[in-house]
């Protein structure tokens, strides 16, 4: 596949600002192949959808745990309070990473403090997640399995909950232990009782994700010889994914999920941009033009 046809392709279900340099990415990524690539994805309306097929929005990780009946009515009504108190600040597009910051450790500390409240036993995930039906984007499942057949590593960074995430992910039968990765905030276990007691350190939020070193991790082996990487995400805090480990190439797709003013920032930040909520058919695109040249 010639690398316009590509750019053609892509330009019927998405927008590129710069056609000359997302050319050059993609060139390099399908001349690097399987062997130099991997993924690291946002999970909360990026793996997920934004809104549902019902016309709903979309659970987060955070919020399948409100939504569940094995919490407390006080816990959801507390969570509704810190959610609509904070959240205007994580989209104010007026302040800078380094003013909303101290917004959003306050928000997650909060929220995770009660979490730790509702003695939710580490047995009860599973049951949760299933309470709470969660619509992934069409074609991740198609995405993944591209992944782990040709073993390129995926890494999924989030704020979220890595546990709620990972249980989803089960569910849906889209979890790849083999290549598939997760950094996100993780609920840590009492040993005896079984009781979600703590939460392990690093904080991940929406704009801390440059500092959370991805070479830090058991991850970092399988990557660091890998230097090309494409980078997906639905918010501007998502650009700083990459920013953990050293790489060559970075082609970033975003998904534009809502109708507001903030596209010309999109399309000025990310080299690819899905608009409407989108499937996964770019990414598709892009990882059968490099299994094509793998192959041959």
Known sequence: MQTQHLINLIKQHACISNVDTT???LSKLIEGGLSSLHIICDFDCTMTKYITSKGKRNLGSHHILSASSCLTQEYKAEVKKLNDYYSPFETNMAMTSAEKTPYMVEWLTKIHKLIIGQNIHKDKISEMVDENDVEMRAGLDILTEKC??????FLIFSAGLGNIIEQVLISKNLFHPDNMHIISNKMGFN???GIY???KEPLIHTFNKSEVMIKDSPYYNTV???GNIILIGDSIGDLQMASGISHDICLSIGFYNKNDDFFDKYQEMFDI???GDGPMKVINYIM???IKTSVN
Not at 148 to 153: F, I, L, M
């Open 23 to 25: 050319n050059e990415k």
């Open 148 to 153: 782990k057949v040709g073993n390129v590593p």
């Open 191 to 193: 040993e005896k009782t």
């Open 197 to 199: 007691d703590h939460f």
């Open 224 to 226: 660091k010889n890998r």
């Open 273 to 275: 941009v899905v608009t």
């Open 288 to 290: 059968d033009a490099i």
